[in-house]
């Protein structure tokens, strides 16, 4: 795209009308939402907690959770180090270690010899998923992700290659698979499989 | 006066230079994107990515008129009433196409290729090309193939420039290089069973303007967008080639050239590039050591100082003669400090300059203008690239330090033979430097011929483990200073990584010792202490010194002749980037 190309759309913010400057009456409407969500919940009908670990949470489809590493056709990690993710991650959580590909990989150039992201320091923003120009790193569903020490959340490339073993089926790679049928996405995942020092 | 139009503007042209029309726009902030051409190779003008309107104006009538067709500005002299149009819609929409050509075959690789965030191709495809392309044939995919034992070749993302063809004939006229077959099969290889083999052979990498020709040291290892740059001189020789150390991570991955016209114009030599491992290297000392009872073991910094300090000040007070061996290897701002502390320790102190590593001869490339050159040379300066024998950085800026405090220059072994002789109480020792002086033998003689040896080096030498004291010292990336070349050009090295647990720089080391107060010392402000006492340091009167170094005695510093030297290519390209940044910042919808 080209900055003066003719198809590009300049969008203009909408200007604020009267009373949308006074503030109070978008207050009183938030106030009023809340107040709803009050009353379902205390009548019981909508109540938004459930009695976790014996019920699970089920996130909404585009919730991000941990990340996992992609596997080709060939059960190879796909990732080719390029470190865009590690460049985009803002958090600086990302650490990587290229290397040439051994000679067997025909299709590749490059692949990743240590691959090490510290979860506790990942602000899960998905940035490195939108960086990735091969979709190597995606973040999947699962949101169980407990460690008893700083060490057991720094995930290497063993446990991230794991989490996609584990979610394969759930979540299949969003652009190199063609979408699943209809149906909730994460409802399949055990949970009682996460990462984590339960596995 | 003669002047030039560029863009309906003119401007005064230099005098006495003689420029192509991509430099004489360059000066005037106007970028015309190019390839093939390189400021000391010749010109071929054949990526065509250069192509201007281009036309003259009568000086007479004023009339201008214009070259029906487009011309490549590489090729185009900057003279008196040259019309030049840079960003006319006919230039614009020809960059787009060229750039739509030259991504016919090419693979990219961009993710996995080592050029990326340096390239040519990404930038100018990002300012001057399209995003999309109508190419639906098969691609040429080239083969991958080794074409040195340090370099790779990546023949599909090769864009023909024939830089690297034109180096090798041109300017180390070995001319391993050539293009075989024709048309969109056209390869760059070598001629079979010849490698590129030359002391140079490097330099293409830095020359590819895409990433066909990669360095295998560097391959793979690290983006080029993590890397932080620092202006150093390699020390590896005493020309004191130019150029930039890049780092990352307390680790330094690559250096690469830097021009500078009066000493190594683009170019470093091999043997330059790959010394950046010994700043790496494991075995550099991590702490200071000190002899207690009859066991050399690691104890504080400023432990190991005091204890050095208290020992020479009761060997002067006790009428005891001291030597202080300076190393080639320091800068002139620690030899400087040195001298000044052992001489003020007590006068009668010797100071001799260390080992100058000698190996082999002078190699000297000497491209002519003419010689193993085609297409146009008429833009051409070519100089001389010179690989010195001498492998110190700094022996001829030492030697100017000792005339000034003792008059004479001591050398290393008439010293050794004086200490053997048992004249000297005790020895300041430094070395700094990755060969090693003093074998096991040498070191045990020269440790039984003093009571008292201090020893200020990076790496634990047969000497060191004979020493009273241990002062672990910083390697040449770890320290800012100046070098004197061969030439006599004093120029300055920044500093490209902190100095290592448990080391100091020698600067704060000589500074400590010598009891200068005021805190961490810099070495402008040492250096332009040096320039008040000493005269042959005049040139760096206030501890500024020219980009391009300053020949030590002379007057003030003379300016390269063709004044403000070429931007280097990527120097270039980074410009053009930021300019694309405003641009597209302007525009674009968010
Ligand atoms: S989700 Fe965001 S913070 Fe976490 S690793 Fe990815 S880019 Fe970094
Ligand atoms: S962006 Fe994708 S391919 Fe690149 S290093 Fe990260 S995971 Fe690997
Ligand atoms: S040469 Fe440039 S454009 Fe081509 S793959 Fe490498 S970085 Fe990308
Ligand atoms: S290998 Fe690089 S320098 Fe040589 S012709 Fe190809 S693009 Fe040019
Ligand atoms: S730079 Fe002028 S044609 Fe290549």
Not at chain 2, 18 to 46: D, F, T
Request: a negative charge.
């Amino acid at each position: 795209m080209r900055p003066d190309d003719p198809s590009l759309k300049r969008m203009i913010p909408p200007t604020l009308k009267l009373h949308e400057k006074f503030y109070l009456p978008q207050i009183v409407g938030g106030l009023l939402v809340t107040g709803k969500h009050i009353l379902s919940a205390s009548l019981g009908k909508g109540a938004i907690t459930v009695s976790y670990p014996e019920d699970q949470h089920v996130p909404s489809a585009n919730y991000r959770g941990v990340h996992r590493l992609n596997k080709d056709e060939q059960g190879r990690v796909k990732c080719v180090a390029c470190m865009l993710c590690a460049t985009a991650c803002p958090a600086h959580c990302i650490d990587i270690v290229g290397a040439t590909a051994p000679e067997s990989w025909s299709d590749r150039e490059k692949y990743c010899e240590s691959f090490v992201i510290d979860e506790l320091r990942c602000i899960y923003c998905g940035m490195c998923e939108e960086a990735c120009p091969v979709e190597a790193i995606e973040l999947t569903g699962l949101y169980d992700l407990t460690g008893l020490s700083r060490e057991q959340m720094i995930f290497d490339k063993t446990k991230l290659l794991s989490v996609f073993d584990l979610t394969r089926d759930a979540e299949p790679m969003r652009y190199t698979t063609p979408p699943p049928k209809a149906g909730p996405r994460p409802t399949e995942v055990e949970p009682s499989g996460l990462p984590g020092p339960k596995a | 006066m003669a002047t030039i139009l560029i863009n309906g503007q003119e401007y005064p042209l230099p005098e006495g230079e003689k420029l192509n029309a991509i430099q004489a726009a360059q000066r005037i902030g106007v970028e015309i994107p190019y390839y093939c051409w390189h400021p000391s190779l010749s010109v071929v003008a054949n990526c065509r990515m250069c192509e201007i309107e281009v036309g003259s104006k009568d000086p007479k009538t004023g009339e201008i008129r214009m070259v029906p067709k487009l011309v490549p500005g590489c090729q185009t002299p900057a003279k008196d009433g040259t019309v030049l149009v840079t960003d006319s819609p006919k230039v614009v929409e020809h960059q787009r196409m060229i750039m739509e050509l030259l991504l016919l075959n090419h693979p990219l690789d961009c993710p996995v290729c080592d050029q990326a965030g340096e390239c040519g191709l990404q930038d100018y495809s990002y300012s001057n090309g399209q995003a999309v392309h109508r190419f639906v044939e098969e691609r040429v995919v080239n083969p991958r193939k080794e074409v040195a034992e340090t370099i790779q070749l990546n023949a599909d993302r090769c864009i023909m420039c024939t830089r690297c063809v034109r180096f090798t004939r041109e300017i180390t006229h070995t001319g391993e290089l050539q293009v075989i077959s024709r048309g969109s099969h056209a390869e760059i290889d070598i001629f079979p069973g010849h490698p590129v083999a030359n002391a140079l052979a490097g330099n293409v990498v830095d020359l590819c303007p895409v990433g066909a020709l990669l360095d295998k040291d560097f391959l793979h290892k690290q983006r080029v967008w993590f890397l932080s740059k620092h202006d150093g001189v390699c020390t590896r020789c005493s020309t004191g080639c130019n150029i930039s150390s890049e780092e990352n991570r307390g680790e330094i991955w690559r250096f690469k050239p830097r021009n500078n016209p009066l000493v190594n114009d683009y170019w470093i030599c091999d043997e330059g590039r790959y010394s950046y491992k010994s700043a790496n290297d494991p075995s550099l000392l991590t702490a200071m050591y000190a002899r207690i009872g009859n066991e050399l073991g690691p104890v504080l910094t400023d432990q190991a100082l005091k204890s050095a300090g208290q020992e020479l000040t009761k060997v002067a007070s006790e009428g005891g003669k001291i030597a202080a061996v300076i190393s080639p290897f320091l800068t002139v701002e620690e030899a400087y400090l040195l001298a000044g502390y052992i001489k003020g320790l007590s006068p009668d102190a010797v100071l001799a300059l260390g080992a100058v590593p000698v190996v082999g001869e002078d190699q000297t490339f000497t491209p002519d203008k003419v010689k193993g050159r085609n297409g146009d040379t008429s833009f051409l300066d070519p100089k001389p690239f010179t690989i010195h024998a001498e492998k110190c950085p700094n022996r001829k800026g030492v030697e100017a330090v000792l005339a000034h405090f003792q008059g004479e220059v001591i050398d290393f072994n008439a010293l050794t033979g004086r200490i053997a002789a048992g004249e000297f109480k005790a020895l300041y020792y430094t070395s700094g430097s990755p060969d090693l002086w003093a074998d096991e033998e040498a070191a045990r003689s020269l440790r039984s011929g003093v009571s008292y040896l201090v020893v200020q080096d990076t790496l634990v030498t047969p000497l060191a483990q004979l020493a009273d004291v241990v002062l672990a010292s910083a390697t040449f990336a770890e320290k800012a200073g100046s070098y004197v070349n061969a030439d006599g050009r004093l120029q300055y090295a920044e500093a490209a990584l902190p100095p290592r647990d448990g080391s100091l720089p020698d600067l704060d080391i000589l500074a400590i010792l010598g009891g200068r107060s005021g805190g961490p010392v810099e070495s402008s402000a040492v250096l332009a202490e040096l320039a008040a006492k000493i005269p042959a340091f005049g040139v760096a009167a206030g501890g500024k010194l020219p980009t391009y170094g300053a020949l030590l005695g002379d007057a003030p510093a003379p300016l390269p002749t063709n004044g403000d030297a070429p931007t280097p290519f990527i120097d270039a390209w980074s410009k053009t980037r930021a300019q694309i940044g405003t641009r597209s910042g302007a525009g674009a919808t968010r």
